[in-house]
């Protein structure tokens, strides 16, 4: 995962290989048991618009050596080089615009990875044109294009979901369960991080320079990072009434761009909530923890440890009992379009309210207040 990413040794090489293990390729880890990658489907066209988010090569990748069946037909993104390069690798044709895309009705799913501030109008068309899409996270900029891409896409009746990996995770899907039986009693407090050391190791100094420039990608740091952990702790724990941030640049090495965070969230069912995103981080050893009158779960360096009489659990040694876990995204969405029924899919309006909270969370900074999302 991306809260993996701890040392400032690391350099940008390795930091690109870690990425593109967790954005598509990560087959098994201890504390995540695999469900198997997907089952054999129908053949399918698909192409890609827009290719520019760094998890591009990891999806890419994903599509030529795991789904054979699966025919990438076209690239497109406005920089031809970088469409060239990816088409290369997938054996598609670069298009000069993204209606021969959408024109053409032998495809029927897109990849949109193109830069935040192209999604409303790629998406709109995507919807327009019945395409089902996969769409980088996040949804849009703004909690109000968000919402205008969310209903286009129900309108349509395409199918969608983005890349919040997280939820393939064993030891969250388990917790998400325990929380639903209501093992914890009352809950009272829950805290989520995701943190790494992108700018002090000048992990986005080249070819993802964009990322780092929230006129282009919506955020920062905070935004980039914690949509993940927002999405985890609003899967678990249900909608958010109000929250509140302290967001900030630190080493100034990509300008005005935030470069982490601290967010205190009240969740409409009266939990409290506290979110950490950010890449100034030189470890980030607890990634979860939830609070309750009756157990306590923190994920630490990657282990589990739950204590909960109910269950059995005294909190001591690592918990290794998870449930089986879907499997990531991008083959979530292959699946389903090519016509699985039980793919756990991202719906458009859960990816509208992350950008809705974030957007709060922002938005709080200058008045120095708490922000209901719109």
Request: proline share 4%.
């Amino acid at each position: 995962m991306e809260a993996e990413l701890i040392s400032t040794a690391m350099d940008r090489r390795q930091f690109l290989q870690r990425t593109a293990l967790a954005a598509g390729t990560l087959a098994v880890s201890a504390s995540a048991p695999w469900a198997g990658a997907q089952t054999p489907g129908q053949p399918l066209t698909m192409a890609f618009v827009g290719c520019a988010h760094i998890h591009t090569p990891s999806f890419v990748n994903l599509l030529a050596k795991e789904r054979k069946e699966v025919k990438v037909k076209y690239v497109w993104d406005h920089d031809t080089a970088r469409a060239d390069k990816r088409a290369k690798e997938l054996s598609a044709r670069t298009v000069a615009s993204p209606a021969q895309i959408w024109a053409d009705k032998e495809v029927s799913a897109v990849v949109i990875c193109s830069e935040t501030t192209r999604h409303k109008e790629l998406v709109l068309a995507g919807a327009a044109a019945g395409k089902h899409m996969f769409v980088e996270k996040p949804l849009g900029v703004t909690a109000r294009e968000s919402a205008t891409m969310a209903r286009a896409i129900e309108k349509a009746g395409v199918l969608f979901t983005t890349g919040y990996f997280m939820r393939t995770h064993g030891q969250l899907l388990f917790l998400r369960e325990q929380v639903q039986k209501g093992v914890f009693g009352k809950i009272t407090r829950v805290r989520g991080s995701n943190c790494h050391s992108g700018s002090l190791g000048g992990w986005f100094d080249t070819d993802w320079r964009w990322m780092a420039d929230p006129a282009i990608a919506g955020v920062g740091a905070f935004g980039d990072l914690g949509t993940h952990s927002l999405d985890i702790l609003m899967w678990m724990f249900g909608d958010v009434e109000s929250i509140i941030a302290d967001i900030k640049v630190v080493t100034g090495r990509y300008g005005k761009c935030d470069e982490t965070g601290e967010a205190l969230i009240r969740f409409k069912n009266g939990i409290t909530g506290t979110l950490a995103a950010g890449w100034v981080d030189v470890a980030d050893p607890v990634t979860l923890l939830i609070s309750g009158t009756e157990g306590h779960a923190v994920i630490s360096r990657g282990e589990l440890y739950f204590q909960c009489k109910k269950a059995g659990a005294d909190g001591k040694t690592p918990w290794t009992q998870y449930p089986t876990v879907p499997p990531l995204p991008l083959h979530q969405f292959v699946n389903a379009v090519q016509g699985a029924k039980d793919m756990p899919l991202v719906t458009p309006r859960e990816a509208a309210a992350r950008v809705s909270v974030m957007e709060a969370a922002y938005q709080s900074m200058g008045k120095r207040a708490w922000v209901k999302p719109v």
